[in-house]
């Protein structure tokens, strides 16, 4: 059973997208990249999962992270 939540960040795709960013040796270009992709394909479900999380990562990059933000994982 998958992970689902009503935060953006407490999902399977979130979860996987923060692995790979944990992972990544450049994740400022990583989450760009998942950022663009969402501006080409906006009808495809992952990648709008992915873009939120993304943005979520930036905003809490900018000082601004969602109230929940260290909860998530």
């Known amino acids: ?37 969402a501006l080409r394909d906006a009808d495809d479900e992952d990648v709008g999962f992915d873009a939120i999380g993304a943005a979520e990562l930036v905003a809490a990059s900018r000082g601004r992270p969602a109230s929940n933000f260290g909860e998530a994982r």
Do not use: C, F, H, Y
Not at 3 to 22: F, H, K, P
Not at 23 to 33: D, E, G, V
């Open 1 to 37: 059973m998958g992970a689902w939540e009503r935060d953006t960040l407490s999902n399977d795709a979130a979860q996987d997208l923060l692995i790979e960013v944990e992972q990544s040796k450049s994740p400022a270009a990583l989450i760009a990249a998942k950022l663009r992709e």
